[in-house]
């Protein structure tokens, strides 16, 4: 991976942390295995689906989706670096509507990384994205099997969520979200909704996990913790433990 020597937060956390940047990347092989279909939502510059392309090998997919101009330029020329032709690149965003949206820069620490569909006081500018809903993706490119998702889109999750209806209760992929618990305090999060995302997927049969100590372990509630959690379906795909990782 390259990532330019500008200081912004990306650029250091993807360099100086690498897997560590967070527990879902570090431990990503107990959710994608050879062959496994990964669809990376808000992929950034790369991060997650480098990595699900190296764990899927030849024989799996990865559907890396990114509608900022700069952090798309950055995931081709990563993804060029690899040679991952498994690796399908989507210059647009996910949402609850096939048409059009700003996608709002929102500058925390001068960084794409908080791009986001939903508005903020913080946005100094924007730029007109494609959207397009997770059912209509999966329709447009034939997907016949999804194993897990990964999305990451600035508090936009419940509009993703909105959208995939038909794809959550086809596949029951494995989906890690992530929680601002900040937000969520305020009653601020995603589409104004506190803990949507969550109660979404709730409705849709999930229970959910957090990673400790390299493992998912089950959980009840939000908590308090900002991070990612990962939802569980119980007719779909389910972690490999470390113990069977060998087998």
């Known amino acids: ?25 570090r431990h990503l092989d ?9 669809i990376d939502i808000g992929a950034n510059i790369g991060l997650f689906t480098l990595k699900a392309a190296r764990l899927t090998g030849p024989q799996g997919r990865v ?44 500058q925390l620490g001068n960084d794409p990384q908080a791009y986001s569909l939903v508005g903020s006081a913080l946005a100094t500018d924007g730029e007109t994205v494609k959207t397009e809903t997770l059912d209509s993706l999966v329709s447009r490119l034939a997907l016949t099997q999804i194993d897990c998702i990964k999305m990451d889109v600035e ?21 890690i979200f992530e929680i601002n ?3 969520i ?19 849709h049969g999930y229970g959910f996990r957090r990673f400790r100590d390299g493992s998912p372990v089950p959980v009840d509630s939000v908590g308090s913790e900002f991070g ?20």
């Open 30 to 38: 107990q959710l994608v295995r050879p062959g496994s279909v990964f």
């Open 181 to 183: 618990t900040t937000l």
């Open 63 to 106: 559907i890396a989706i990114e509608p900022g101009t700069e952090a798309a330029n950055r995931l081709e020329e990563n993804v060029g670096l690899n040679s991952y032709a498994q690796v399908t690149i989507l210059r647009q965003a996910l949402s609850d509507s096939n048409g059009e949206a700003v996608l709002h820069h929102v």
């Open 1 to 25: 991976m390259r990532v330019p020597s500008d200081l912004r937060y990306t650029s250091v956390s993807c360099y100086v942390l690498r897997d560590w940047c967070e527990p879902e990347l």
């Open 228 to 247: 990612n959690l990962l939802a569980v379906h119980p007719d779909g795909p389910s972690p490999v433990g470390p113990q069977d990782m060998g087998r």
């Open 185 to 203: 305090a305020k009653g601020t999060q995603g589409a104004g909704a506190n803990d949507a995302a969550w109660q979404m997927l709730k409705a």
């Open 155 to 175: 508090g936009a999750e419940p509009m993703v969520i909105a959208g995939a209806a038909q794809t959550l209760d086809r596949f029951h992929p494995m989906v």
